[in-house]
């Protein structure tokens, strides 16, 4: 019943840089309804020093976080080189270059983890529906924080109120990609993580996983 449905050729829109802006012009219009309930809990954390950012697209995000603190150095990481070109374009506009830098790479790859160092926080916000191994993925990054340090992944939740819209549009895709809470509950009991708060957030398609070292 409302089986997870993994998406077919998910990396689509992140390709071709006419479809790196499309996303980039999406992203920083709806970027209040995208981000706010993430950036409200961020900051409730109150983290200062490194920032890691996984799947951070075109860094509409990671602008917003740099902007707000001036003392917080943030990693992104992004697999689409297209997406990159369109980040750095924006952070130049943006004058956050000395705050933000962008590194290709894919969080499949160990040996490119390895060599990220460590971080008082890693974040994740709409990837976690595209990993193909979650488990060794938040296992991996775990292992990146420093002491106290907190791992946040902001993702879609599989709902079945728009599970069942029949459209083909790249959104209702992602939300049948993406995990329910018992499902994330489980992948985490799986990799003996127990220090977690899972939140639903507003509209409610929304979830946030807070996992602390
Ligand atoms: C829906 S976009 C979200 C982008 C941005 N974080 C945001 O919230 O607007 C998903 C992003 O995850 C990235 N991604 C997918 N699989 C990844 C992986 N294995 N490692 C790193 N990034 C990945 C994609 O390239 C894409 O930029």
Same mark, same amino acid.
């Given at each position: 019943? @409302? !089986? ?27 970027? *209040? ?31 917003? %976080?740099? !902007? ?93 109120? @728009? ?20 499902? @994330? ?5 799986? %990799?003996? %993580?127990?220090?977690? *708060? ?16």
């Amino acid at each position: 019943m @409302l !089986k997870r449905v993994m998406e077919e050729q998910q990396n689509e829109a992140f390709t071709g840089i006419e479809n790196a802006r499309k996303y980039a012009e999406e992203a920083e219009k709806s970027s *209040k309804m995208r981000f706010g309930g993430f950036l409200k809990r961020l900051n409730n954390l109150n983290i200062d020093g490194k920032y890691l950012e996984i799947g951070a697209g075109s860094g509409a995000l990671a602008a917003m %976080i740099a !902007k707000n603190n001036k003392d917080i150095d943030i990693t992104a990481v992004e697999p689409s080189p297209d997406m990159i070109t369109v980040a750095n374009e924006y952070i130049e506009k943006e004058n956050l270059i000395s705050q933000i830098k962008f590194i290709k790479g894919n969080i499949t790859d160990e040996i490119f983890l390895e060599k990220l160092g460590k971080y008082d926080l890693i974040y994740s916000t709409l990837s976690l529906h595209h990993w193909d191994d979650p488990q060794k993925t938040i296992m991996n990054l775990m292992e990146l924080l420093n002491e106290n340090g907190v791992l946040m992944i902001f993702d879609l939740k599989r709902v079945w109120w @728009l599970y069942w819209v029949p459209s083909q549009s790249g959104f209702y895709k992602s939300i049948r990609a993406a995990y329910k809470k018992h499902e @994330l509950e489980e992948m985490l009991s799986s %990799i003996n %993580i127990d220090k977690y *708060k899972i939140e639903s957030i507003f509209p409610f398609f929304l979830q946030n996983i807070t996992i602390r070292k």
